[in-house]
């Protein structure tokens, strides 16, 4: 799909044939092969293929060829399901226009094509362009690391708090609680992978010489550029919260099975000494103690109730139970 962007009075508007010295944007969603060789003969580019822009090779990624700057960057996606995916976006400059090839449409994408129709001074040129949309998907990395760090805060207070302490409603499910945590950390590792990639992106794209960039927009890649850092270096934080919370989940489930261990062998250390007593009456002898008494069975059933009490209290004062 080929959408061609040109500025008017009040923004962006997608326009089908527009004069290639008024379109400033040319996007391409999961392009035909015929659609790939009309905008590469149109502005005089190469498009890279989907397989190149899998290539994680620096010279592969970001590079300058015919007055042109290509950048190729990793993008999260589908942050909302179960299963994010990184996808590659391709931003190419040249002449003053922008041109994207994708095969994923990702919330940041959208969202600028929205702002822009209503925004036109801050998307009169190829690089504005470029430098709204790098700041929609950074704003949108922005928010997936918050509601990490929210999702992080929740699973560490329900692992630490006393089960006491705890609603009702029966045993932690730690098996939850290790699926919470796998998928924020699934989730912050393709984020700092992201981060990584458009860090990269931005400080080549200011090193480059093939594109003249007004100072606004060079300003807004500075920003842009410290954002990521700083973005980055909590991600790395979030990382390694989430290996201590998974570390201390586990623990806890360790905690827990020990515990019920503990319980069935304090549980059998009760019952032996009963089940001796019980089996030593049981013999088929004729000369037992207490076997011909009135009082014989009151008698084994009180020692045998006695030497279940008897280990009771002894733990119970050692404090083992």
Excluded at 173 to 191: M, N, P, Y
Aim: proline content about 4%; hydrophobic content about 40%; overall charge negative.
């Amino acid at each position: 799909m080929l959408h061609r962007y040109a500025l008017q009075a009040h923004g962006l508007v997608s326009v089908s044939n527009a004069v290639l010295a008024d379109t400033i944007w040319i996007d391409l969603l999961e392009p035909t092969p015929e659609e790939e060789r009309a905008v590469e003969a149109q502005c005089g580019i190469d498009v890279p293929t989907r397989e190149e822009m899998r290539e994680i090779e620096s010279s592969n990624r970001l590079y300058e060829e015919d007055g042109g700057v290509y950048l190729t960057s990793t993008i999260v996606t589908k942050l909302d399901t179960d299963l994010p995916q990184n996808s590659q976006v391709t931003f190419i400059l040249k002449d003053g226009r922008l041109i994207t090839n994708r095969y994923t449409d990702p919330l940041p994408f959208r969202r600028y094509i929205s702002y822009a129709e209503r925004h036109g001074p801050t998307c009169n040129s190829g690089p504005a362009v470029l430098a709204g949309l790098l700041e929609a998907i950074i704003n949108r990395v922005a928010d997936v690391i918050e509601r990490v760090s929210a999702d992080l805060d929740a699973i560490s207070a329900e692992v630490f708090t006393r089960p006491t302490r705890r609603r009702r409603g029966g045993p932690r499910d730690f098996r939850a609680v290790l699926e919470r945590v796998g998928q924020s950390g699934e989730l912050i590792a393709k984020t700092r992978e992201s981060l990584v990639s458009l860090g990269r992106a931005l400080t080549f794209l200011q090193q480059a010489t093939s594109v003249n960039l007004s100072n606004e927009v060079r300003a807004r890649f500075r920003t842009q550029a410290r954002d990521v850092v700083a973005m980055s270096d909590h991600a790395s934080f979030l990382g390694n919260n989430v290996s201590f919370i998974l570390d201390a989940t586990l623990g806890m489930i360790n905690i827990d099975q020990n515990n019920i261990l503990k319980i069935f062998s304090v549980v059998t250390v009760f019952l032996l000494p009963p089940s001796v007593i019980g089996a030593i009456y049981g013999m088929n002898f004729d000369h037992i103690p207490w076997a011909h008494e009135s009082w014989g069975f009151m008698g084994a059933l009180g020692l045998m109730v006695g030497s279940a009490v008897l280990p009771y209290l002894i733990f119970k004062r050692r404090g083992w139970l």
